[in-house]
């Protein structure tokens, strides 16, 4: 990856990170059967439903949604689709990856 794309992603991935809710929601999703309570779906494959994100983090729907999107594109989270309910789970990959990005940025 060119290192102008990879100052970027980190970017990215930094302003996803530096608002505080945003933060504590991908800590609650590093274990999210400690977090967030049974669903009609797997957490471990589907990942957790934006409404119960919403109400673990006390904002409204639109702000949990908006919340979710700047993660997403930030590809901190994946997104699975399930009838109108969307699930969310952090990408592991791209964690793992960003001490190496951080590493050659700098």
């Known amino acids: 990856m060119p290192a102008e794309t990879r100052s970027d992603a980190l970017l990215e991935v930094f302003k996803a990170l530096s608002n505080p809710t945003r933060l504590a929601i991908m800590g609650w999703l590093r274990d999210p ?3 967030f309570e049974s669903q009609p779906y797997s957490i471990e494959e589907a990942g957790v439903c934006v409404k119960q994100i ?7 729907q639109s702000t949990a949604s908006q919340f979710m999107v700047v993660l997403q594109r930030a590809g901190l989270v ?13 990408n592991e990959d791209l964690i793992s990856r960003l001490p190496d990005l951080l590493d050659a940025s700098v």
């Open 33 to 35: 059967t400690a977090h």
């Open 54 to 60: 919403q109400e673990k983090a006390g904002v409204s």
């Open 78 to 90: 994946e997104s699975t689709r399930i009838g109108q309910w969307t699930y969310y789970r952090r």
